[in-house]
């Protein structure tokens, strides 16, 4: 049941991603959507992990079982980064100290 909606979580993000510009509540929509997909997508590799042996490595999947093993991308790992390219100016303000939102934004303190 999880895996068809992770299907369909997948095709709601690139049809978000193809048609609409990622601002405001669209980018909020895409980043709720995509974070509903990355928690669906761990909560499957822990109940897998109960049947077969599974090891993460960047952006793969190595699922090994008594009669073989396959490789699958990290939707996951995938997905992050794409929220974190999404969001890399806003964290690139946080880690620089500064504030995104403009006029009624606090001041941040550099002592």
């Known amino acids: 049941m999880y895996s068809g909606v992770i299907g369909v979580l997948i095709v709601v993000l690139l049809f978000i991603f193809s048609l609409f510009e990622l601002k405001g509540l669209v980018k909020i929509f895409f980043t709720a959507v995509a974070?509903?997909?990355?928690t669906l997508h761990y909560i499957i590799i822990y109940n897998?992990?109960?049947?077969?042996?599974?090891?993460?490595?960047?952006?793969t999947i190595l699922e090994e079982t008594d009669i073989g093993g396959s490789i699958s991308p990290d939707i996951g790992q995938?997905?992050?980064?794409?929220?974190?390219?999404?969001?890399?100016?806003e964290l690139l303000g946080?880690?620089?100290?500064?504030?995104?939102?403009?006029?009624?934004?606090?001041?941040?303190s550099n002592t």
């Open 35 to 38: 974070l509903i997909l990355i």
């Open 48 to 59: 897998v992990s109960h049947y077969e042996r599974l090891t993460l490595y960047p952006f």
């Open 78 to 89: 995938v997905t992050i980064l794409a929220l974190i390219i999404l969001w890399r100016k």
């Open 94 to 108: 946080l880690l620089q100290g500064k504030t995104t939102g403009g006029e009624n934004s606090v001041p941040s």
